[in-house]
């Protein structure tokens, strides 16, 4: 049964969901898409968020895109200037990953997706790309998934996305006053 089509942006929601041990189930109950270059970039995870000493290896590609249990998306060098790269302020790609930069560009060419980060920056540029409403918070994703409640790290609350998404607004109004 798919609820709500996704878009999980960068390594770092995969990652934190596996390590949650929330990550399959959210994979039954959605509709997932993930960049080539995030695809890439996820290749571990901690057996237990909350325990730093132990790693789990994964290959990303095989469990979950060889397997059609996760679709693939990429965007050309074209599109990602085009659609993201050439509408955020200048000094913001030095600091948004190259998989968060594909992910935004596929977001921008896919309107059915939603998306979902935990990167600062990354939720940032939502404004420069008139694709705010189209964010949600790894908080809010769990809940409205119907997932267990785990405790979360203050970058995946609803409070800090929509603090990051304030300041990205705040920015994007400066931006046309200059």
């Not at 203050?154 to 603090?163: D, I």
């Amino acid at each position: 049964m798919v609820l709500l089509k996704l878009w999980l942006l960068d390594a770092d929601v995969i990652i934190d969901l596996m390590s949650l041990a929330l990550f399959d189930t959210l994979v039954e109950r959605h509709e997932i898409f993930v960049a080539t270059s995030v695809i890439k970039e996820v290749k571990s995870h901690k057996k237990s968020y909350w325990d730093d000493r132990s790693k789990v290896l994964i290959n990303f590609r095989e469990q979950y895109i060889e397997s059609n249990k996760i679709k693939e998306l990429d965007a050309t060098a074209s599109e990602t200037d085009e659609l993201v790269t050439s509408k955020m302020p200048p000094i913001w790609a030095d600091t948004i990953h190259i998989g968060e930069i594909e992910s935004l560009t596929i977001l921008i060419k896919e309107d059915e997706l939603m998306f979902c980060s935990c990167d600062a920056a990354a939720i940032r540029v939502l404004p420069f790309l008139d694709a705010s409403e189209r964010g949600i918070s790894l908080e809010n994703l769990i809940a409205s998934s119907g997932l267990k409640r785990v405790k979360l790290a203050t970058k995946h609350t609803e409070k800090f996305f929509q603090n990051n998404l304030k300041i990205g607004k705040e920015r994007w109004i400066e931006n046309f006053r200059t």
